[in-house]
């Protein structure tokens, strides 16, 4: 079975314009989160997003947008990049919204840089 | 969720067994702390989680104290693919999507 896919894996781009990353949660999984990782941080959680709507919220600037469409996939959209948005985009997901197994399965990162 | 502590470094030889510490003198009764690590270049993986009792699985065990403010992942047989960053996390069951890591602890398996 397929794992959480992500794409693109690597992508460059320059101050103010926008990203858009997306993300293919396990098949039958119905819930996706974001993470930003900057280099030698831990991820910081940016959305959680369950049956379509958002569930959670991370300490994130307007700038940060995503959504989920019926499939269950998701994106998230960047807009006016900064230089301190370069960072590892993690996608993760889980069966529900609720985690009471502790297991999130993360994909393999979107690494974005901004120049 | 309650705050974690952990050493930001260990090294272990391959083969010996890798005992990595975590506090958690902040939590509550009833938050979980659960164990990822993250390789290189990859995204985190879950290892395991428990309460109050030691957890074993296929990967690791937990060993939680009775006071529950401090807690030990061992790796039994370390290997050299077991190099990652480890990060604790203490989380209230019930909760959605989000866990707070911290900068975890980067284990260096050793041939």
């Known amino acids: 079975d397929a794992g959480v896919t992500q794409s693109p894996t690597h992508l460059i781009k320059t101050r103010g314009q926008h990203v858009t990353l997306r993300c293919s949660p396990i098949?039958?999984?119905?819930?996706v989160s974001w993470y930003q990782q900057v280099l030698g941080q831990g991820p910081q959680f940016i959305f959680q997003?369950?049956?379509?709507?958002?569930?959670g919220r991370g300490n994130f600037p307007d700038r940060f947008s995503a959504r989920q469409f019926p499939n269950y996939s998701s994106e998230l959209n960047v807009n006016a990049l900064l230089l301190g948005d370069s960072a590892l985009y993690l996608c993760?997901?889980?069966?529900?919204?609720?985690?009471?197994?502790?297991?999130?399965?993360f994909g393999e990162g979107s690494r974005l840089t901004v120049l | 969720d309650a705050k974690t502590t952990q050493p930001p470094s260990m090294d272990c030889a391959e083969g010996r067994a890798a005992n990595l510490p975590c506090n958690h003198s902040?939590?509550?009764?009833?938050?979980?702390v659960y164990w990822y690590r993250q390789i290189h270049s990859q995204g985190p993986q879950y290892i395991i989680h428990?309460?109050?009792n030691n957890e074993t699985n296929e990967m690791a065990s937990l060993i939680i104290t009775e006071d529950r403010k401090s807690s030990t992942l061992i790796l039994p047989h370390a290997t050299l693919r077991d190099t990652a960053v480890y990060y604790c996390?203490?989380?209230?069951?019930?909760?959605?999507?989000?866990?707070?890591f911290g900068q975890g602890t980067t284990l260096q398996v050793k041939p």
């Open positions: 993760a997901s889980s069966l529900g919204q609720v985690i009471n197994t502790g297991e999130l399965f």
């Open positions: 098949s039958g999984h119905k819930s």
């Open positions: 997003y369950y049956e379509k709507e958002e569930r």
């Open positions: 902040t939590i509550s009764g009833n938050e979980y």
């Open positions: 428990g309460l109050k």
């Open positions: 996390i203490v989380r209230g069951s019930g909760n959605t999507g989000k866990l707070i």
